[in-house]
């Protein structure tokens, strides 16, 4: 990692970005990190660097998320890259799920995401650089039974990006929506998921699979460090994807998903074409 750049990331005080955060600090990278809780934040990453800016912040509030983005302005004088990966899992049908549960997981997966965007856009359009990376995941591609919610989330991150990456482009702004597949993180402990506060005994489906990705908490095959120096990676190229998966399995399930959605456009593709003029 040659060039120094100032890196603002969020969801930094555990998982992927906790492995950013120290490789970047590692790598001598000035590193605004946010968490809501700034003490947890403190005390995983345990640096005393003066290029290391911990901040508090709620990613749903704008005025929280606008004063960071000026907070590290302010320490390190600009931003050149962006990873919004503060997210959560959340498990249950839609019927299971109540709207407060639902509205939750848009509101961090989705629009903090939006408001990051939102309030450093002005900035890194001024500079005329920039690149945004924003975390997304296998399930937004494939989703599975059970996490019907957390795949609309993540869907939305994906489209939201490819759009974004137009209109950008023309501020020499740069977009990559990152897909992970399963990685050996905090991401299926009881900190990290969230379960349906009311299953439906009628949902044996929803709960079987549940069961199973629970049981693969610490077994997963990803290497969390090796997701983040691929991610850090990105800011180093000239021409950098706007989609990037990562994993084994994240490849087989978005090249399967792929397949079956050609096969079915074309089984159908009588009566989609006789609506036509």
């Known amino acids: 990692m040659g060039i120094k750049k100032v890196w603002f990331v969020t969801g930094a005080s555990k998982g992927l970005g906790l492995s950013l955060v120290n490789q970047l600090l590692k790598a001598g990278q000035s590193v605004a990190a946010t968490s809501r809780n ?59 799920l109540t709207d407060e549960e639902t509205r939750q997981s848009f509101d961090v997966n989705v629009f903090g995401t939006l408001n990051v965007i939102r309030k450093a856009s002005p900035h890194l359009r001024t500079q005329g650089s920039g690149h945004i990376i924003n975390i997304a995941s296998i399930a937004g591609i494939a989703g599975a039974t059970g996490w019907s919610v957390y795949s609309a989330t993540k869907a939305a991150v994906i489209a939201l990006s490819e759009v974004l990456a137009e209109d950008v482009k023309e501020f020499g702004i ?16 009881q900190e990290s998921l969230v379960l349906a506060k009311n299953p439906i005994d009628a949902y044996e489906d929803v709960r079987a699979v549940h069961a199973k990705y629970l049981k693969m908490d610490g077994e997963q095959a990803g290497d969390p460090e090796k997701a983040a120096a691929a991610m850090i990676s990105l800011a ?12 084994n399995d994240a490849l087989a399930r978005a090249s399967a998903r792929t397949e079956a959605l ?16």
């Open 174 to 189: 740069k977009v990559t929506v990152v897909a992970p597949g399963a990685f050996r993180t905090s991401f299926l402990t």
């Open 236 to 247: 180093s190229m000239p021409n950098p994807p706007i989609h990037l998966l990562l994993g």
């Open 38 to 96: 700034i003490n947890d934040l403190t005390k995983a990453v345990n640096s005393n660097s003066e290029k290391f800016l911990p901040l508090a912040v709620n990613l749903s509030d704008e005025l929280s998320v606008e004063h960071a983005i000026n907070a590290t302005i302010a320490q390190f004088g600009k931003i050149d890259v962006i990873i919004n990966n503060a997210g959560y899992g959340i498990g249950g049908s839609i019927e299971e």
């Open 262 to 277: 050609t096969k079915e456009y074309q089984d159908w593709k009588a009566i989609t074409i006789s609506t036509d003029f």
